[in-house]
């Protein structure tokens, strides 16, 4: 049973940062690329980065680049997302999801999602 | 970027009915679609992959079909339970990987 717990979330002011993480168990975590999926309240979903298995290659949503940073601990099981410039709508909250589909890429659905922390940028 | 649009937006559907909802893209995606369903407060849950696969633990009452850029779900004999959100989403090109905006659906 893959479980995603993620961490971090909370009230934070615009222009501050805020560091999210997201423990995997149940996976061998390294043999997955790993994202973060967000919503914004009353919204749909949006797609804001992946990391490799590996490590090696990220990707970002325009919106987020510049100031989203995704990294992982394949020793602790453990995904990132440091935030910084925080904007108000960055406020969502944010999933950290497993992707399936080509192993060695970003071409993913996602099979596994954490509960979601919320961030809310406000002053 | 690939956009995906979802129809209806909304629906209210009686149990035992039939429900279909389309995603289309704005390109041939090569059936690199996924099908999520979200309940209130909730993570969102995988339906089926690649278009048309069974996620695991999903009932047979939920399918997918269609190809180039035109997609449906289909649920077959809705049930109380299958109220929420459905999302499609494209993996067929990244970045970024794109959802669908949704479709909500009520059982009266």
């Known amino acids: 049973q893959v479980q995603l717990v993620e961490s971090g979330g909370g009230v934070v002011q615009p222009g501050m940062s805020q560091r999210l993480s997201c423990a995997a168990s149940?996976?061998?975590?390294?043999?997955?690329?790993m994202h973060w999926v967000r919503q914004a309240p009353g919204k749909g979903l949006e797609w804001v980065a992946v990391i490799y298995y590996d490590g090696s290659t990220k990707y970002y949503a325009d919106s987020v680049k510049g100031r989203f940073t995704i990294s992982r601990d394949n020793s602790k099981s453990t995904l990132y997302l440091h935030m910084n410039s925080l904007r108000a709508e960055d406020t969502a909250v944010y999933y950290c999801?497993?992707?399936?589909?080509?192993?060695?890429?970003?071409?993913?659905?996602?099979?596994?999602w954490g509960q979601g922390t919320l961030v809310t940028v406000s002053s | 970027d690939i956009q995906m649009t979802q129809s209806p937006s909304s629906l209210s559907a009686s149990v035992g009915d039939r429900v279909t909802i389309t995603c289309r893209a704005s390109?041939?995606?090569?059936?690199?679609l996924a099908w999520y369903q979200q309940k209130p407060g909730k993570a969102p849950k995988l339906l089926l992959y690649?278009?048309?696969r069974l996620g695991s633990g999903v009932p047979s009452r939920f399918s997918g079909s269609g190809s180039g850029a035109d997609y449906i779900l289909t649920i077959t004999g809705l049930q109380p339970e299958d109220f929420g959100i459905y999302y499609c989403q494209q993996y067929f090109r990244t970045p970024p990987l794109t959802f669908g905006q949704g479709t909500k659906v009520d059982v009266k």
């Open positions: 149940g996976t061998t975590f390294s043999d997955f690329g």
């Open positions: 999801a497993r992707g399936r589909g080509i192993v060695r890429g970003a071409l993913h659905y996602f099979d596994s």
């Open positions: 390109q041939d995606i090569s059936s690199s």
């Open positions: 690649a278009a048309s």
